[in-house]
């Protein structure tokens, strides 16, 4: 048990300096990655000043920018970038034997790394963020939310890094079967993109939806990447409700993190080793 | 005389090259091509929903706006097909040193570096753009179109083409300077999302006018795509003649900075392994 500990506190700790190597190209590109708010900013002033409303399906103009910021901080904990791929190359090289030989579980292994990555973003990002969120609390209409909101808030933005992990993680795994992944990596995306509520609070959309595909939408987990820790930190979602989505997220989570260890076991099966 | 016209005859070569590549891996090329569409799909319907909730986003409504996109389309498909991969190439050739080569060919270094890889897949937008503009076209008020903005329009499409280029190309120049530059793709999608919306949006406060004066008049990314979408949308309305007639400055301007760029950064290309 010990040495299982520390052979997982090595690995974190190797992790996180691999990634500090690149810590100025990163505080930069996390203020970069804020630029495109500045534009949604006057994008939606001037949709709620033209629709003469103060406003759309329960969200103000301060709302949706509110919720533009919120989901930035969703995504900096669910968004695992070259994850999926990284797994496919892995598989594709041959890197991936490692696994089979070392005493390392890989999906163990992946889960360290990543909190490594995220904790170095954040000691990074915080400033960023935080000079960012200070610039527009004035959005923050209604100041911070009560203590169990943001209970509630911040274990489905935990729960939202493990969902990404194990979703990313999945798609990562198809390698074993396809190689190549990653034009299925890109369909992914695109509906990443869409519903996970990175464009827009999902009200807007699901109001148009005829009634089956509104419980699809009310269920699916993408939701879960950005929408819902952001409307959880507005109030948009409370009580029943709220209860209701941290458990279809938890259990997400757990279909995913399934979905992996099948899917690896049954990889390794698989796997000729070819490559390096 | 003679010098001259080998340059087209390259840029064909070039670009039949850069097909047969492509078609060496048709499937993954039909792949690139529909996941190409399906996000401006997800841009087209991002707008739908947008237009649902509102008539017009100052004072461009629906249909003009759909010009509007598919404009963006066009443009963005022809820089991304012609000169994003040379860009991108171009901080790598530094890198390994493989400029050298390039630096070698008796033909003009910035024509070879900007065109030798041609994206084939990336033009499949160009013509989804040209079935939505007609799409459009369809549904607006022609009352005041004149004959003749049928021809400024592409040629506006070319200004902007040519003013992203300037950008494109000086933004990778400058991976001779600082040795690597990883960051390019991030920083264009940054400066160039300015541009993605109508100009008339950055206002109302002094941020926005700063930041369309900036966009403006410094980096000319605003003008890319809102002259020559007004052009068709909305064409001949005498208080944008000024900006009309601004953008072709803005082009010939950037095109020779861009050149300037460089020609200065080759002066410090200290090649690299080899």
Redesign the interface.
Known sequence: MYARAQTWWTILRICIEERLVYRGDFALGTLMRFLPIITQIFLWTSVYAAAGQGDIRGYTRDDVIAYYLLTMVGRAFSSMPGLASGIARQIRDGEIKKFLIQPIDLLGFLLLARIAHKLVYYGVAIGPFALVFFLCGNYFTNGWPEASVLAAFVASLVMAFLLGLFLEAAIGMIGFWFLEVSSLLFVYMLFNFFFSGHMFPLEFLTGYLPDWLQTVAHYQPLQFLAYFPAAVFLGKIEGPELVEGLCVQAAWVMVFFVVCRVAMRRGFQRYSGYGG | MHNFLRYPRLFYTFARNSLIRDMTFRA?FL??IL?NI??MA?NL??YI??F???????GWDQYEFFVFIATTMFINSLVQGLFMPNAQELSELVRTGGLDYALLKPIDTQFMLSLRRINWSSLGNFFVAGILLAYALQHLDQTGFHPVQYFLYPFYILCGVLILYSVMFSLAATSIWLGRN??LY??WF?IT??S??PM?????NA??SS?RTIFTFVIPVLIVINVPARMMAMPMKPEYNYLATFAIVATVVSLVASRWIFKRALESYRSASS
């Open positions: 993954n792949i690139e996941s399906g996000w997800m319907g991002f929903l947008v649902s909730y509102t008539k017009s986003i100052e990883q960051s991030d920083f940054y999302n300015f993605r919306y008339e949006i950055y206002g109302g941020l926005g930041l």
